[in-house]
C-alpha cells in the first residue's frame, strides 16, 4: 500500500498494534531530556522503582533556565538552580548523559541532537518541548510531550499513541533574494492558521522546500508546532546525508552505506493520499513579520498593521484589536515605522550558524541604530565556537551587539534574559504570545535577515532597505549555506 | 500503582461547584521539582480559611472526598492530582468531572467516581450531621457507603480495570516488554546510541560576560 513518510516511520515503530479503540505502541529511538519538563518524570520513577529502560538512548542538556552571561558563577535565580541541580543529580542517579551549562556540547537541546549526529532520517524522536518538531527536518518522526510521557519514555522506551493525520505542505519555485525559510514558515503559519495543522503531521516538499540547507529545514519544522501540528517533516536527501556524514555519532562503514540506503525509501509514494493539501509559491513570498500576539498574524513586511474594524469574521477582529492593544499598535501603521527596542537573533528556530553567518554578513562594516539593544546568542556552545572562528563575533561586537553563550535566552521568559513591560523587540524566535518573552515584552517575529536589517535602521526592515556593498551577494541569502569563512566543524 | 478494591477513610463534604484546577492547586506551585510534597498546595488559597472543612479536625484526615458538580475544571496540570494524592485523598465522587482531570486521576491511581447530584447530597448529609464518618468504596461493587446510606457510581470499564489490576499506563505497557524486547533485538545497528557517547574535542567556553 501506498504511503506518506510519516505513516512508514510510524509502520517501523511499531511494537504493538492497538485493537479495539486501543493505542499503536511506538518505539522511541531518541529521547532528549531538559531541565523544566523532566524532575516529575525521574521522580516517578524512583517512587515505583523503575530504572532508565534506554540510557544509551537519552542525552540531557541544560537550556531553558541557563544565563547567557557569567555562566561560570552560581545561577542567582534559586527556582532555575533548583532545576538544573535536580537534572545534573537525576541524570548522575540515573546514568543519563548529560551536557551542562560550560560544556561545549550543551546548547539548546534541538541544535544539540543535529550536531552530535544523534538526530537522523527515520527515528522516533521525542522531548518534553514542543518545538522537538525541529528534529522532523531530517525525515524523523519527532514530537514533544507532556512529563507524565517523558516519565513513560524512560521507563519503556515506547509511548503509547493513535495515528496522526498528514498534511502535504508544497512550495513551488524559487525564494526571492532577502526571504529565508523563516518567511516560508511564517506565512504557512498566517494561511493555515495556528490551528490549522491540529491534529496533523506536516511534511513540507517541493522544489524551494529541497533547494533549502538542513539549518534552514530545521527553521520551518521547528515552528510546525504554531501551525498546532504536532510534527512536521521533510523527506531526507542528498543535503540530508551531507549534513550527517562524519558527525560524531552518525554511522560509519556498511552501517552508513545501509543507512543511507533505508533513508532513500523514506519519502511519501507518488500515489500516497494526505487527509489534506496546502501549495505556495515561493515567488510570492516577500520577508513577512507578525504584528500580533500569535504566530498567525503576520504580514508581509511591505504591508500596513490591519485595522480591526475591516475585518469581517467577528472573532479575528476582537482577537486582532486586544493584540493591537497589547502589542500598542494603531490599526494602518506601516510596518517599516514600527520601532524597536530591542533585536534578539537566536533560539532554536534562528540560532544556527547559518543564522549567524547571515546577519555578520548584513552587519560587517555597520554599527547599530542608536537606542537599540541587540543580543545575538548562539543556539549551542559549539555553534559558538565556530562563529568566534569565523571572526563573527568581532562584526557582532563591533557593531554594538552583545555576544553570548549558548541557550533559550530570550525566547522564554524563563532566565535572565527577557523583555521589559512595554519593551519591543524584533526577534528571530517562534512565539509572539503575551508575556511570552518577559511580562508586558512586545514580540514580532522575524527572520534573521529582517532582524540584522532592523538592527542597522532601528524599525522594522528588511536588507532591501539598506544600501548594501556591492560584493555582498543577496542570492546568499536565501537559506543556503554561504561559503565559510574558515573550515567548519561540524558545529 | 497500588491496587485499588476497597477503601474505607473518612469523607469530606466539599459543598462547591467548578472547582477548577487553579483552585485544586494555585499556577505558583507549579515551579516545583518534586512529584510529591504538594499536600500544602492543595486547595492552597482555602486553606488559611479556618471554616474550611479541610480545615475542620474532623475532617482533616479525610481520604474520601465528596464534591459538587464539574470538579477538576481549567488546566490541565498533572499537579492537581499530585496535590490531592499527595493529601492523602484516594476518591473523589462528584456528580460531574472535567475530561482531562479524570483522565489524570486514571493515570495517577485515584479513584473518580461519577455519583447522582441527589446521592452527593445524601452523603454531604451524613458527612455535615456525623462529621468524621467513613466512607467505604467498593471499586469492584461500584458502591460508596456511609453508615446506612449506600449510593452507586460509575467508572468507565477499562479505567476500573486498571485501578483495580494496579496499573498505570508505564505498568500497562511494561506487560508487553517481551514485545519491546523483541522489537529492540531487531533494531537496526545504524540507529542511534547516546552511550558511549562521541563528541568533538572539548574546549573552554569561555562566559561571556555584561557589556557596559
Known amino acids: ?491 | 500503582m497500588e491496587k485499588f478494591s476497597t477503601h474505607t477513610g473518612v469523607g469530606v463534604p466539599l459543598r462547591r461547584s467548578n472547582v477548577d484546577t487553579d483552585q485544586i492547586i494555585p499556577a505558583v506551585y507549579l515551579k516545583r521539582v518534586t512529584r510529591t510534597g504538594f499536600e500544602d498546595a492543595l486547595f492552597a488559597a482555602w486553606r488559611g480559611d479556618p471554616s474550611f472543612v479541610l480545615n475542620q479536625e474532623a475532617y482533616s484526615a479525610g481520604s474520601v472526598l465528596v464534591a459538587g458538580p464539574d470538579f477538576g475544571t481549567g488546566s490541565s496540570r498533572e499537579h492537581a492530582v499530585w496535590a490531592l494524592k499527595d493529601y492523602g485523598f484516594r476518591v473523589v465522587l462528584a456528580s460531574r468531572f472535567a475530561d482531562i482531570f479524570r483522565g489524570n486521576s486514571g493515570k495517577q491511581g485515584l479513584v473518580a467516581g461519577v455519583v447522582a447530584q441527589e446521592d452527593v447530597e445524601l452523603l454531604w448529609k451524613v458527612l455535615e450531621t456525623r462529621p468524621g464518618t467513613e466512607v467505604t468504596v467498593d471499586l469492584e461493587a461500584k458502591t460508596a457507603t456511609a453508615d446506612d446510606v449506600t449510593v452507586p457510581f460509575q467508572i468507565d470499564d477499562y479505567t476500573r480495570w486498571r485501578l483495580m489490576e494496579g496499573l498505570d499506563d508505564i505498568g500497562l505497557t511494561l506487560q508487553h516488554e517481551a514485545d519491546i524486547t523483541a522489537f529492540e533485538e531487531q533494531r537496526a545497528s545504524w540507529r542511534p546510541k547516546t552511550l558511549p557517547a562521541k563528541h568533538l574535542p572539548s574546549v573552554p567556553i569561555e562566559p561571556a560576560r555584561p557589556v557596559g
Open chain 1, 1 to 491: 500500500m501506498a504511503g506518506t513518510l510519516a505513516e512508514k516511520v510510524w509502520e517501523a515503530h511499531l511494537v504493538r498494534r492497538g485493537s479495539d479503540g486501543s493505542p499503536d505502541l511506538l518505539y522511541i529511538d531518541l529521547h532528549l531530556v531538559h531541565e523544566v519538563t523532566s524532575p516529575q518524570a525521574f521522580e516517578g520513577l524512583r517512587l515505583t522503582g523503575r530504572p532508565v529502560r534506554r540510557a544509551d538512548l537519552t542525552i540531557a542538556t541544560e537550556d531553558h533556565n541557563t544565563p547567557t552571561l557569567d555562566i561560570d558563577l552560581p545561577i542567582a535565580d534559586l527556582t532555575s538552580r533548583t532545576q538544573i541541580d535536580t537534572l545534573r543529580n537525576n541524570a548522575r542517579e540515573f546514568g543519563v548523559r548529560i551536557h551542562s551549562l560550560g560544556d561545549a556540547d550543551q546548547g539548546i537541546v534541538h541544535q544539540v541532537g543535529p550536531q552530535l549526529g544523534l538526530t537522523m532520517p527515520g527515528l522516533t524522536v521525542v522531548c518534553g518541548d514542543s518545538h522537538t518538531s525541529t528534529h522532523g527536518a531530517f525525515g524523523a518522526l519527532a514530537f514533544g510531550i507532556g512529563t507524565s510521557e517523558v516519565e513513560h519514555v524512560l521507563a519503556t522506551q515506547t509511548l503509547p499513541l493513535t495515528p496522526f493525520k498528514t498534511m502535504a505542505i508544497t512550495v513551488n519555485g524559487d525564494l526571492p533574494p532577502g526571504t529565508t525559510s523563516k518567511d516560508i514558515i511564517l506565512a504557512i503559519i498566517a494561511k493555515i492558521g495556528t490551528g490549522g495543522g491540529q491534529g496533523y503531521v506536516l511534511e513540507y516538499r517541493g522544489e524551494a522546500i529541497r533547494k533549502l540547507s538542513m539549518e534552514a529545514r530545521m527553521t520551518i519544522c521547528n515552528m510546525s508546532i504554531e501551525a498546532g501540528a504536532r510534527a512536521g517533516m521533510i523527506a531526507p536527501d542528498e543535503t540530508t546525508f551531507e549534513y550527517l556524514a562524519g558527525r560524531p555519532h552518525a554511522p560509519e562503514g556498511a552501517d552508513w552505506d545501509a543507512a543511507v540506503e533505508y533513508w532513500k525509501t523514506l519519502r511519501s509514494d507518488d500515489d500516497a493520499e494526505f487527509d489534506a493539501e496546502v501549495v505556495l509559491e515561493a515567488a510570492d513570498l516577500e520577508p513577512f513579520v507578525t504584528w500580533g500576539t500569535n504566530p498567525g498574524q503576520g504580514l508581509p513586511l511591505s504591508a500596513s498593521v490591519p485595522v480591526p474594524a475591516d475585518i469581517a469574521d467577528e472573532g479575528d477582529r476582537v482577537t486582532a484589536a486586544k493584540a493591537l492593544e497589547y502589542m500598542g499598535l494603531e490599526g494602518g501603521t506601516p510596518l517599516r515605522d514600527i520601532t524597536v527596542d530591542t533585536v534578539f537573533i537566536g533560539s532554536c528556530t534562528n540560532g544556527r550558524i547559518e543564522d549567524l553567518r547571515s546577519v555578520a554578513k548584513v552587519l560587517r562594516g555597520r554599527t547599530k541604530a542608536d537606542d537599540v539593544r541587540v543580543l545575538v546568542v548562539p543556539a549551542s556552545a559549539r555553534v559558538r565556537l565556530q562563529a568566534e572562528a569565523e571572526g563573527l563575533d568581532v562584526i557582532f561586537k563591533e557593531f554594538g551587539a552583545e555576544w553570548r553563550n549558548a541557550g533559550c535566552s530570550m525566547c522564554l521568559g524563563m532566565n535572565p534574559d527577557q523583555l521589559a513591560p512595554g519593551e519591543r523587540a524584533a526577534s528571530t524566535s517562534n512565539r509572539n504570545f503575551e508575556g511570552r518573552q518577559g511580562k508586558g515584552g512586545r514580540t514580532h517575529l522575524v527572520s534573521p535577515l529582517v532582524a540584522a536589517a532592523t538592527a542597522v535602521r532601528g524599525t522594522l526592515s528588511s536588507v532591501s532597505d539598506l544600501d548594501l556593498d556591492e560584493d555582498v551577494d543577496l542570492a546568499t541569502f536565501d537559506g543556503t549555506p554561504l561559503a565559510p569563512l574558515s573550515a567548519p566543524s561540524f558545529v
